[in-house]
Nanobody
Framework: VQVAESGGGLVQPGGSLRLSCAVS????????IGWIRQAPGKAREVISC????????DYADSMKGRFTISRDTAGKTVNLEMNDLKPEDTAVYYC????????????????WGRGTQVTVSS
């Protein structure tokens, strides 16, 4: 499986942005897809994930209520809707895949995209 992000850019505080992850490969639907970000000078963190089998969705506490993850029925596109963006959301956002179930550990994701930059600034 391969994953590729799109949709980053510059947005003002309080604004919204949608990131998309294109998932390719014959077995795309058996992979959980996570969104992971790395802010300047900080470690990567898993911010949201959608599991393969039951579509269970997980969010980091600081994202709940602001970010929404969704996945199409074929499992080929995973979107991350980000609302009420804050300057501290500025980061490179990656989508990444692992078999079946979500994980809160960055190291447990096997396939990574190249990342897309999100900058929140006035």
């Amino acid at each position: 499986v391969q994953v590729a992000e799109s949709g980053g850019g510059l947005v003002q505080p309080g604004g919204s942005l949608r990131l998309s992850c294109a998932v390719s490969g014959f077995t795309a639907d058996i992979y959980a897809i996570g969104w992971i970000r790395q802010a300047p000078g900080k470690a990567r963190e898993v911010i949201s994930c959608v599991s393969a089998n039951d579509g269970n969705k997980d969010y980091a506490d600081s994202m709940k209520g602001r970010f929404t993850i969704s996945r199409d029925t074929a499992g080929k596109t995973v979107n991350l809707e980000m609302n009420d963006l804050k300057p501290e959301d500025t980061a490179v956002y990656y989508c990444a895949a692992r078999h079946f179930w979500c994980s809160g550990y960055v190291s447990e994701y096997d396939q990574w995209g190249r990342g897309t930059q999100v900058t929140v600034s006035s």
